[in-house]
């Protein structure tokens, strides 16, 4: 049957090599921590988790190795919340609804294909040189419109670029039909 020790240094000055102890009861431990003598002393809080059969141990401690205790106890406690929180399961488990469906395969694999890559770092080529294949004009709407640093309205565009916003309007469908063209149509 396990049991509550409490250990009180005998003086609380004394280095760690010289440390003398007094064991107390229950009821001597709390009349201790409540009087002007037991004040300002630290206390650490020894226990099993796992097995509960040990002994309880209440030791006297310096600030320092209180705070160590202090800081690793709410580490372990808010671990052992976590935990209750979470479930584990083997991923060859097979999904309710009577196929061989296992776990495993109903998990999205977010990693891009190479083939995905690759048609990705074709299209980039691609737009840089249809980009290169625009007029100066044509630059700099496009630039105005999404390299700016800032959302603009096609009317504030235009008059950043000293034309209507009619006439921004026109130019940005020519340049889309015209980059559209230069993606999708040539190889």
Known sequence: MAKTIYLVKKNPESKKENTE???MSGEEFYRFTHSEEGKGRYFIHLTDDVGYEADEIYIEAGY???QDWYKEARRHRYLSDCAKDTM???SDVPVSGGEE???IDTIQDESISIDEMIEKKEMLKKLREALASLSSDEVAIIQTLYFSGCIITEAEAGKHLGISQQT???RKKKIFSKLAKFLFVKS
């Open 168 to 170: 921004f309007h026109y």
């Open 21 to 23: 102890w007094m064991q």
């Open 101 to 103: 469906l296992l776990l």
């Open 64 to 66: 320092e190795e209180y």
């Open 88 to 90: 584990i399961i083997s």
